[in-house]
């Protein structure tokens, strides 16, 4: 029975390290390669060794599939490739491939920095997953291999984010990755046609919330950081590189032009050209008001945002300062924090999620004195405040999606197990399809129904398209032919050709039906009142008498004999191919309601 | 949950080994959150590392006092056991159970937990067992980790036995979840190897229908399952006993293996023979145990039919295992090589090419048919085979097991005609030849496997005079416009193995006959990669000119070769590559290019303003690349031309040295202003002497004396401004930096100390005011500039620092703080307040 197997090794009912495992006809593909951040050993990457037990991992794995740069989604994957030793294809969109070793390099650095960890990938390692890549663009079919194919949909969330369909012959699978539903100030909605796959994996982390609107977290953001400049004060907004920081400078520019602020606003990582630099290359990955602009304006270009000098956070007066990384775990950030947290006049931003154990998890939870190294305790006097604009489809939005494109059957990641179970309900009842929601390690095997294509010789369909019928769509016509299963392959031809090509001989079946009639008779007489019943009863069939006292119908023939056991009866013999099957058939059936009577 | 080991000794460094007092005061108000069904707990991971922390303590204590002085401790677990149903949470009561093991390990404690009838609550058949929150595989996980810490001496076994729970065991290993049925088979192996510990002294061991109970109903359950028509339940026995041979080393492990032989060798019987996979793995674990060194006939009997009967796809790592095997009977060991070999020669008769040596072939044709509908079946399935057979071959080649003789000349012969077919230059006039050739061609990952294989080749003995043909056939993937960039890295890759382990005839000396007209033709290929669109194609180019440049770059004829291309040419331009890997791959080519003299022609009038061109091109790059790539590879350029005198460099040393580092001192990654340190460290070696031996036993380098005296060289030190750069990058933001700083501050305060020849400084307001801008610097204010300074100021604040203190605060990773128990403690605490307000996100 073919099937479809899914195990997710990371992100099953829970979310970080997000990496499936799907098994579609034979071929097996990985969809995401992610870590966890809160872990700062082993862990934080998904368990390979369940996959390595199946021999090596390059014969065992057609490919993996990366959805976006997000590290949840592509942090092991340097680890995987050169250091677990997967040596296959890697794919993912080109905006991703440009993106993700900026990320990688950034969160090595900073593992190496702040914890000195040894045993960790390295730059090199980097680049050479990075050249296993293969780049693709969005509704492009590639194929991996023969059977293989995959396919690109555009998904919001962040630059370059992917939807994948993974799709074997008939079967397929369409993976979400994360994907945000509404556009936002800089990328579009997700979008999916009506591809009705077997599965649709989707993520689930809102699974149970309505959102509001992102202009309102928008609105209170701009609110927030003006007042707080306006009183004076200095304003810390710690992000990661790439991705939410191009937002919030989009954002905050649009703002300050607006209002004709001259409050200074820097931007610390001196990777903002490199980023603005890839979301120019990117343009058509952005939403339409940007695209439609770009000519007269770029949005990627700031006038208001700086490079920022070390120096420059002890300048008096006010200031907004975006800083990596982003949960105040190390480096530039984290000294920036330092300095200004005394001042309840300044004012700290987080903008996304920040694992235990970093400064920016610990004042999120309301802590304010913080021990630092050295016995030191810092005193956190500035506000701080939490925002979320992490761009992942709500619960309509999934719904929505579900809707779209139509699967045979829906599987839950990258969400809560209790949330995911409340959505579980609501897809089933709504759409009447199965919903599956995986713990990582449980597999779920969903059976198909494969359609396997035939190719028909072009003589078999002349010769019944020369009956006269043309052929309609919804109206099924039986067809007679020969199918034939060669490498692999099937073909429906004529009887004729099929011996041909095999090189057999044809063997003649025969069907015998004894017929019993109670006739006293001889069977010479008898032969011919079946003849002449026949001759009258069937008008456009040929009925032949033939010398030795036999009658046909076409190939049919009908022999009269005495019945062995009572002199008072006859058997009628009837014989036909299986090619005549329907007139012998009907004779038989003719014959059994006796012959009628001659008039005396 | 899955079940990994707990923490790697990495992470417990920094974990404390006593429960102290703070944590004490925090432990109770935590347990009491965990069992509130009214509050969430952060998240997975906290719990995790909170496990973690219990383990370092109870490791390195004793868990009953641990109990005793924390009684919230046994609370919390009978807390749970008191929960209802539906406010049982699984993360917690998984917790709970782990939690549980952990204490019990220490046979005291599991005395103390079993008074209060808490074990049983956990681990019986009244406990989670049968609750509904059972079906959560985060608490059968649990469960089964809680178990395998809690069996680690004789109560627990008992426990373990009268507690039904090796029945559980038994249907677990059947589990949906992958990582709970892999835990209860560990267990079962656990468990089978504990019970049995005392009877391994015993010789000969007692049969097994004398082993303690436990240990009989395992084996009863595996050899139930291996008479079992379902495979799965086969599958499950095997894996118990493939890590029962694997793990256990005692003589009992023979009986066991005498007893249960038979029923495996009747596997063998069945057609397909079920599990084959975990058959083989059964079959190589036996035959590396230590117990089963001596000649195990009936092993090897089994082994040698299974190599026969299993599909070829399913016998390769089974007879690659069996090569790999220390000790086996040189007739299994030429089967195994043959089986090995087969497809390889089935691909060489079906495109008619010589078979190699006579005799080989003769092992070889009992599986031969078997192997030709593999390779024919389909192409996915030969494609699977070949990249398989050429991976494992790529394997044993290096290993000292590695069959002899090595048929090099066939393996050559077959990889060539592989990569033949797959670029499609082979035209076989077989049928079968024809069907390869359609089944392989443009296929990428044979191509891969094949180069990959074909540089390992390198390392065996070949003929030379089969080596152009290797050359011919690594030039054409390399022109081949068809070639994907990972082909072409294998290729480069498998180039330059060829090209540093070319066989040479006897008494040839230089590049052997072949290298010098091969280079001729490859300089013309490279130069066309250089120009690739793909970065990919760009990059591996440049990387292979750096090998090859760094290993032969003094060969005349390689330099005549180099010299008379385009390739240096274009390296050049690739500084400004779009792409910063290539920038920086660049960088690092034309740094080595240029310490062998090989970036332009040697004898060309502007030699000297392209040398000088390029250290001006390199330092542009270091204050303007907008990567880090680019800037590290220049400041690792900068500091081997150093260290090796390279000619631009020591014509002006001092200036070279300042400029570099008044650049890397701006820069914003970390790397280049570590690598700085680097450059500085060279510098102060070359003009003061090696940093002494660390251990005094070592054996001391014999001193450099210093071309001028101290007090000058400090003079220009100062002057440099490197005391400015080292102090600032003391108290740099980032720990490696300023862990550097801190060792380069610390050998000059060696070196300079006692310096005779410097007064105390006449002026001590000098040091004071130093001392206050070192200060305002370490509280991160770097805003001030450190002024010009004078030996003796430099001297006097060296002196007055605390830099041995500070070295061993950098040397502790920057977050214990915020790893410590406490911080986690408080961490989950806090959480708890606010989880509803920050519900969970994520990036």
Not at chain 1, 263 to 285: C, D, M, Q, R
Not at chain 2, 5 to 28: Q, T
Not at chain 2, 266 to 287: G, T
Request: some cysteine; aromatic content about 6%; hydrophobic content about 40%.
């Amino acid at each position: 029975m073919p099937e479809i197997k899914v195990t997710p090794l990371g992100a099953g009912q829970d979310v970080g390290r997000s990496c499936i495992l799907v098994s579609i006809a034979g071929k097996n593909v990985m969809l995401d390669c992610g870590m966890h951040m809160g872990f700062n050993d082993d862990r934080r990457f998904p368990d390979f060794s369940y996959i390595t037990q199946n021999g090596r991992l390059t014969d065992f794995l057609d490919c993996v599939i990366i959805s976006h740069f997000h590290l949840d989604h592509c942090g092991a994957l340097p680890y995987f490739s050169e250091m677990v030793g997967y040596d296959g294809p890697i794919y993912m969109t080109h905006p991703t491939q440009a993106i993700c070793p900026i990320l990688l390099e950034d969160y090595r650095k900073i593992a190496v920095d702040k914890k000195g960890e040894a045993n960790f990938f390295t730059s090199q390692m980097i680049k050479d997953c990075m050249k296993k890549v293969v780049a693709v663009h969005l509704h492009q079919t590639v194929q991996v291999d023969d059977e293989l194919e995959i396919k690109a949909y555009y998904a919001g969330h962040v630059l370059g984010a992917a939807m994948f369909q993974i799709k074997v012959g008939s079967e397929s699978v369409v993976y979400t990755g994360d994907y945000n539903m509404t556009p936002d100030r800089h990328l579009g909605a997700a979008w999916i046609d009506k591809c009705r796959p077997n599965l649709l994996i989707t993520e689930s982390t809102y699974a149970t919330t309505i959102r509001d609107s992102k202009r309102c977290r928008e609105r209170d953001f701009l609110k927030k950081v003006h007042e707080t400049v306006e009183r004076g004060g200095k304003v810390l907004i710690p992000v990661f590189a790439l991705g939410r920081a191009q937002e919030l400078c989009i954002l905050l520019e649009t703002f300050w032009e607006r209002m004709n602020l001259k409050v200074p606003i820097y931007f610390s990582t001196g990777l903002t050209e490199k980023a603005n630099h890839y979301y120019k290359l990117f343009i058509t990955w952005t939403n339409q008001k940007i695209r439609k602009t770009f000519v007269q304006r770029n949005m990627f270009e700031f006038k208001h945002i700086k490079a920022f000098d070390r120096a420059f956070a002890d300048n008096p007066g006010p200031m907004v300062v975006f800083a990596t990384p982003g949960m105040l775990h190390a480096g530039q950030s984290l000294q920036i924090f330092r300095k200004w947290a005394g001042n309840e006049k300044n004012m700290v931003i987080m903008p996304g999620y920040c694992v235990q154990g970093t400064v920016g998890h610990k004042i999120l939870s309301g802590q304010r004195k913080l021990e630092m190294e050295g016995r030191q305790v810092l005193e956190v006097k500035m506000q701080v405040e939490y925002m979320s604009f992490s761009a992942h489809a709500d619960a309509k939005g999934i719904m929505q999606l579900v809707g779209q494109a139509e699967p045979e059957s829906v599987l839950l990641v990258h969400g809560e197990a209790k949330k995911m179970e409340f959505l579980r309900q609501k897809i089933e009842q709504e759409f009447r399809v199965s919903c599956y929601m995986p713990a990582n390690g449980e597999t779920v095997t969903l059976p198909t129904n494969p359609s396997i294509p035939v190719g028909i010789s072009l003589g078999l369909l002349k010769r019944e398209m020369a009956q006269g019928l043309l052929p309609e769509a919804k109206k099924p016509r039986l067809l007679h032919g020969t199918l034939i299963m060669k490498d692999s392959n099937f073909r429906l031809v004529s009887s004729e050709q099929a011996l041909k090509e095999l090189g057999l001989a044809e063997h003649q079946l025969r069907f015998t039906c004894r017929v019993h009639l109670q006739d006293t008779r001889k069977e010479q007489e008898m032969a011919l009142r079946v003849y002449s019943h026949l001759k009258s009863t069937l008008k456009d069939h040929c009925v032949q008498h033939l010398p030795d006292g036999s009658v046909t119908v076409e190939s049919i023939l009908i022999q009269a004999a005495a019945h062995s056991e009572d002199p008072g009866a006859k058997v009628l013999l009837v014989s036909w191919t299986y090619q005549d099957e329907e007139l012998g058939s009907f004779l038989t059936a003719l014959l059994k309601k006796g012959l009628p009577q001659t008039p005396s | 949950m899955e079940t990994r080991a707990p923490l790697s000794a990495h992470g417990k460094e920094n974990l404390c080994l006593v429960m102290d007092p703070e944590c004490s005061r925090l432990l109770p108000a935590l347990c009491a959150v965990l069992v509130d069904p009214r509050q969430a707990v952060a998240d997975d991971t906290c719990l995790e590392k909170l496990l973690d922390w219990f383990r370092t303590v109870t490791e390195a204590g004793s868990s009953l006092l641990l109990l005793q002085e924390n009684p919230c401790l046994v609370d919390l677990l009978s807390h749970v056991l008191d929960l209802k149903p539906q406010d049982v949470s699984p993360r917690v009561l998984s917790f709970s159970l782990r939690l549980a093991g952990t204490f019990a390990a220490q046979e005291d404690c599991f005395e103390y937990l079993q008074q209060g009838k808490l074990l049983l609550g956990l681990f019986g058949e009244a406990g989670p067992l049968s609750w509904a929150v059972w079906s959560v595989p985060t608490v059968r996980s649990g469960w089964i980790q809680g178990l395998k810490s809690l069996v680690q001496h004789p109560s627990g076994l008992h426990f373990l036995g009268d507690s039904g729970a090796v029945d559980a065991l038994f249907s677990l290993q059947g589990d949906s979840s992958l990582f709970v049925a892999s835990a209860a088979s560990q267990l079962l192996v656990h468990v089978l190897a504990l019970s049995m510990q005392g009877k391994a002294k015993g010789s000969p061991s007692p049969k097994g229908n004398a082993w303690p109970a436990c240990a009989q109903k395992i084996v009863a359950h595996v050899e139930a399952s291996l008479c079992s028509a379902a495979v799965l339940q086969v599958t499950q026995a095997l894996n118990v006993l493939t890590t029962t041979f694997g793990r256990c080393h005692s003589p009992w492990t023979e009986v066991l293996w005498g007893q249960l032989s038979p029923l495996v060798a009747h596997l063998l019987e069945s057609d397909p023979i079920p599990a084959a996979h975990s058959l083989v793995d059964l079959l190589l674990s036996v035959a590396r145990s230590p117990v089963f060194a001596s000649a195990d006939c009936a092993l090897w009997e089994t082994m040698a039919r299974m190599l026969s009967c299993l599909s070829p796809t399913q016998a390769g790592p089974l007879a690659l295992g069996t090569l790999k095997l220390q000790h086996c009977p040189q007739a299994l060991r030429s089967q195994a090589f043959a089986v090995l070999l087969q497809p390889l020669v089935c691909i060489l008769r079906a495109t008619a090419q010589a078979p190699g040596p006579p005799g080989l072939l003769d092992e070889t044709v009992e599986g031969d048919s078997m192997t030709v509908d593999t390779l024919l079946s389909s192409k996915s399935a030969c494609v699977g085979l070949l990249c398989q057979t050429l991976a494992h071959l790529e394997e044993l080649q290096p290993l000292p097991q590695c069959p002899l003789p090595w048929p090099q000349t066939l393996l050559m012969e077959a990889v060539v005609i592989i990569l033949r077919l797959c670029d499609g230059s082979a035209a076989p006039s077989s049928s079968e030849g024809r069907r390869l050739c359609g089944a392989l061609a443009g296929c990428v990952r044979v191509q891969r496997a094949a180069l990959g294989f074909l540089g390992m080749l390198s390392q065996g003995t070949s003929s030379w005079e089969l080596v152009p043909q290797v050359f011919a056939i690594l030039l054409e993937t390399l022109e081949s416009p068809a070639s994907s960039p990972t082909v072409l890295k294998k290729a480069f890759q498998a180039t330059l193995h060829w090209l540093l382990d070319t066989p040479k005839p006897p008494g040839c000396l230089g590049l052997g006959p072949h290298a010098p007209l091969f280079l001729r033709e490859l300089f013309p290929v490279l130069q066309k990669r250089l120009c690739s669109p793909c970065w990919e194609v760009r990059d591996s180019a440049l990387e292979f000119l750096t090998h090859l440049s760094a290993c032969w770059g003094g060969e005349a004829d390689f330099r005549e070769a180099l010299l008379a291309s385009e390739v240096p040419k274009l390296t050049w331009q690739l500084l400004r590559d779009p792409e910063s890997y290539v920038r920086a791959s660049a960088v690092t080519t034309m740094g080595q290019l240029s310490s062998q003299g090989l970036q332009a022609a040697s004898n060309s009038p502007g030699h000297s303003e392209v040398q000088q061109g390029l250290v001006g091109e390199l330092l542009h790059i270091l204050s303007v690349d907008s990567e880090g790539f680019p800037r590290r590879a220049v400041a690792r350029v900068f500091t081997e031309w150093l260290r090796n005198s390279h000619a631009d460099v020591a014509r002006d040393t001092e200036w070279f040295v300042a400029t570099v580092l008044q650049m890397v001192s701006q820069d914003l990654d970390w790397e280049v202003r570590a690598q700085g340190l680097e450059l500085v460290q060279v510098f102060l070696a070359q003009t003061l002497g090696q940093p002494n031996p660390p251990c005094p036993y070592a054996v001391a380098l014999p001193k450099v004396t210093p071309p001028s005296p101290l007090p000058e060289v400090l003079q220009t030190l100062c002057q440099m401004q490197i005391f400015d750069f080292a102090f600032r990058a003391l108290f740099d933001c980032d720990r490696p930096v300023a862990q550097k700083a801190c060792d380069l501050l610390l050998f000059l305060r060696d070196k300079t100390a006692p310096c005779s020849g410097l007064q105390e400084p006449g002026n001590s307001s000098d040091v004071a005011s130093v001392e206050a801008t070192l200060e305002r610097w370490q509280a991160g204010e770097q805003g001030q500039p450190l002024g010009s300074l004078e030996p003796e100021v430099v001297l006097a604040a060296l002196r007055s620092m605390d830099l041995e203190g500070l070295q061993g605060r950098l040397a502790e990773s920057s977050d214990h703080v915020e790893k410590s128990p406490q911080s986690l403690l408080q961490d989950m605490l806090a959480t708890v307040a606010v989880l509803e307000e920050n519900v969970a996100d994520c990036y």
